[in-house]
C-alpha cells in the first residue's frame, strides 16, 4: 500500500460511516414485530455495481436490479420476511411499485431505485404496506451510526446477529470510507453471491472499474463460504460509489484504485465471515485451505465437496477427527489427484499422511475440534493451487430452524 | 413377460433362497456383541458381475475386488465396523488375506474369493481377528434361511434394519432364484452403487450378460436414491451366477435373459427402497418424479438437486409444504428450463402452477406431509424425459448418528 494512502476499520461501524448515506427501517407488517423494511438514500448518485443469483430461478427484485442498475442510483430498498421470488408478473409490478413508492418519497425517479427482497418464496408481497412503511421511513431517513444498524437489522431473516463493518482511508489526507451491511445465515453456497449484501463507498468510479472490482472481491470472499449448498434466488451483492468525498475520481491503475480494491476485498470477506459465523446452527466455523491442488479451479472444487458434505459437517459438530470423511469427500469431487499423497491437519495436528492413519493425539484433536473456530488444512501435493474457504459444521439446531421456517 | 416364465416374490427370503448358496456369520471382535463378518458361499464357481465406487479414494477391497471379479467366484466375505479405506499397502495386504483365509477353509484359491469391508475409513483391520472369525464362519455354513438373515445383518453399520428380497422363477416349469441383500444408509448418494448389495441367482449366464443386465438394474435403482449426498469409498454391488438350476445357460435375446433383467430391476429397486427407508434419522421417504424434462440426465441432476437439498429435506421433516424450496434447488441444478412453467405436487395436490403459488389447502398438505411415505412430482413442461429417483428428509436423529459416528 502506498504510503500516500492509510486505511483503518472503523471499530461498530455501518454504512452510514459513508458520507452521504443515510438509513431508515421500520416494520411494514411483514415480520410480526421486528423492522422489516430498510431504506437506504445516497444525496448525490452513486456508480452502482452489482452480482446476482446465478439461480435460474430469479426473484422478482433481481429482475428489476438488472434493469435499472445500469443507471445511477440514490436509494436502495429492502425489505426482509417475503422474497418476492416465484411470484410471477404480480411480483414484478410489486418490486416496481416499491421502487415507485420509494421515488415519489424521496423525489427521485423509480429508475434511480433498486429494489431487494428475502424471505419466504412464492408469497405475493402485501404491496400497499410495504408502500406505505417507505414512505414512513423516507422520513425518518438518518446519518447516525444507529440508523445504519437499525437498517442491518431490518435486513435479517434467520439470522442472529447484523453483519456490518466500515473502513476509512485518507489519500492526502483527505478521508474516505467503505462500509457495507449483508444479511444471510442459510441458502448459503459459493456458487456465486449468496446472500444480501450493500457496500457503500464515497469515494468516485466509474460503474465499470466498479463493478470489475467488486467482482474480484466477491470470487475472494462471499464465494468461497458455504452452510448448506443451496442457492437462493435472491442473492444480491451491490456496490455504491456516490462520489461524495471530496478526491478525484478513482481510476483504472491509480493508487486509489489499488486501495479500494484491497478495502472491498477486507469489507467482502469481513461480511463473508460474519455470515458463515451466523450460519443457521452453526456451532463451529471452519477455515478450510486446500493447498497443493492442480490448479484454482480444483481447490474450489474440492474445497466445497468437503465443506457442503453432512458427514464432514456432522463430525465437526460432534467434535470427531473424523478426517476420513474429508478423504471421501475429496474423492468424490470429481478432481483428479493422488489420495496416496494427501496430507491432512486439524490447526497444527496432522491427523493424516499420504492419504492413510497418522499416529495423533486423540486428545490434542478434541481440544483444537473443542474451539468455536477450526483451521482445516489439506495438502494435496498435486500442484501449485491454494485457496482457502469458510463453513460451518451441521448440527440439530439447523433441522430445527429449518423445520418449520415457512410456518 | 412370456407365459414361459412365471416370476413370484417370496416373502421373508434371502440370499439362501437361491440353489448352492450357504452363509454364516460371526463375530470377530470389529462390534463389541454383534456379528461383523459375513461369509457366503456357492457350491458351484459362479460367473461374477461388479459395480464399484467412483470415488477416486478407492478401499482395499474395492482394489482386490476389481482384480478378482474377472475369475469364476465361490465366496464373498463381507466384515461391517471398519472399511479398510485409506489403509495403504498394508490395507491391501490385510484383504488378500482375508481371501486366503477364506480359500483356505473352503478348500478353494484365493482368486475365487471376493472380499468388502464397510465401517469407519482409515484404521488398519486387527487382520488376525478377522481371519480366525473366517475359519470359524466356514464352519458353519447353512442354506437355512436364518443363516442368510444372520449374514445380512452382519453386514450392517448404521442400519438399522436388515435388507432382503427374494423371488423366484419358474421356466417351463423349473424353479431359478434371484435374491440379494444389501446395506447402507448413510453416505448414500446417486453417483453410483452407493453401498453394499449382494446379489445371486442360480441361472448360468455368462460374465458379460450378467454385468450388462446389473449396470441397467443399478442405474435404474440404487443410482436413483440418495441419502445425503455423500459418497462412500467402500460402495460396492456384486451379482453371482452360480448356474444351480437345472437350466440352460441364459443368452442375449433370450425369454430367460428378460426375466432376469426384469427381476434384477425389481431386485435392486426393492432393495435400494429398503435403504431409503432405513436412511439415517430417516422419517420419510420421498418419491421424487421428475417429468417433462429436457432429457434423461437433465431429470437426474434435477432431481438429485432436490432430493439431496439440506433445505428441501429439513421441510419435508417439518411437514412443510415450502414448495418454494424445490423451485430453488431446480433453478440452481444447472439446466436449462422454463421456471415460469414448472408444477408442483405433493400426491395429488397441486401446490404450484406456472412456478408460482396457487391457491391449496394447507391441511390437506399438512395430512400429505404427515405419512410416512410422500410422493412428490415435478413438470418441468421442457421436454419428453421421465424419472422417478427416492430419498429422505433430514432430522434431528440425522445429526446424531453422524456427530459421533467414529467414537
Chains 1, 2 share one sequence.
Not at 96 to 108: E, N, Q, S, V
Amino acid at each position: 500500500m502506498n504510503k500516500e494512502i492509510v486505511l483503518e476499520k472503523l471499530a461498530g461501524g455501518g454504512i452510514t460511516a459513508v458520507q452521504g448515506i443515510s438509513a431508515a427501517a421500520v416494520n411494514c407488517g411483514l415480520k410480526k414485530e421486528k423492522d422489516d423494511l430498510a431504506l437506504v438514500y445516497s444525496e448525490s448518485a452513486a456508480a452502482a455495481a452489482g452480482l446476482f443469483t446465478r439461480n435460474l430461478v430469479q426473484a422478482a427484485p433481481v429482475q428489476l436490479c438488472r434493469e435499472v442498475i445500469a443507471n445511477p442510483v440514490q436509494a436502495v430498498v429492502v425489505n426482509s420476511g417475503n422474497a418476492n421470488a416465484c411470484t410471477g408478473a404480480v411480483g414484478l409490478e410489486n418490486a416496481r411499485k416499491m421502487a415507485a413508492a420509494a421515488a415519489g418519497a424521496l423525489g427521485l425517479s423509480p429508475e434511480q431505485v433498486l429494489v431487494c427482497s428475502t424471505g419466504v418464496i412464492g408469497q405475493q408481497l402485501p404491496v400497499e404496506q410495504v408502500t406505505a412503511g417507505l414512505v414512513r421511513a423516507a422520513g425518518s431517513l438518518s446519518t447516525e451510526g444507529s440508523a445504519g444498524r437499525r437498517a442491518a437489522e431490518a435486513i435479517l431473516t434467520t439470522d442472529r446477529t447484523t453483519k456490518e463493518a466500515a473502513y476509512r482511508g485518507y489519500y492526502r489526507g483527505v478521508p474516505f470510507h467503505l462500509a457495507g451491511m449483508a444479511k444471510g445465515s442459510g441458502m448459503i453456497c459459493p456458487d456465486m453471491a449468496t446472500m444480501l449484501a450493500f457496500l457503500y463507498t464515497d469515494l468516485r468510479a466509474s460503474r465499470a472499474l466498479l463493478q470489475r472490482l467488486l467482482r474480484e472481491a466477491v470470487e475472494r470472499s462471499f464465494n468461497l463460504i458455504t452452510i448448506d449448498g443451496d442457492t437462493s434466488t435472491n442473492d444480491t451483492v451491490l456496490a455504491l460509489a456516490n462520489g461524495a468525498a471530496p478526491l478525484e475520481e478513482v481510476v483504472e491503475g491509480s493508487e486509489l484504485a489499488k486501495a479500494l480494491a484491497e478495502m472491498l476485498v477486507e469489507l467482502c470477506q469481513e461480511l463473508a465471515y460474519q455470515i458463515v459465523s451466523d450460519g443457521e446452527g452453526a456451532t463451529k466455523v471452519i477455515t478450510l485451505t486446500v493447498q497443493g491442488a492442480p490448479d484454482a479451479v480444483a481447490a474450489r472444487i474440492l474445497a466445497r465437496a468437503v465443506l457442503n458434505s453432512p458427514l464432514v459437517k456432522t463430525a465437526f459438530y460432534g467434535e470427531d477427527a473424523n478426517w476420513g470423511r474429508i478423504m471421501a469427500a475429496l474423492g468424490y469431487a470429481g478432481v483428479a489427484f493422488d489420495p496416496g499423497k494427501v496430507d491432512i491437519f486439524l490447526g497444527p495436528l496432522q491427523v493424516a499422511a499420504g492419504g492413510g492413519a497418522v499416529d495423533f493425539s486423540e486428545s490434542e484433536a478434541r481440544t483444537i475440534l473443542q474451539s468455536r473456530e477450526i483451521a482445516v488444512r489439506v495438502a494435496l501435493n498435486a500442484g501449485p493451487a491454494s485457496l482457502t474457504a469458510w463453513g460451518t459444521d451441521l448440527s440439530h439446531e439447523y433441522v430445527s430452524i429449518n423445520s418449520h421456517y415457512r410456518s
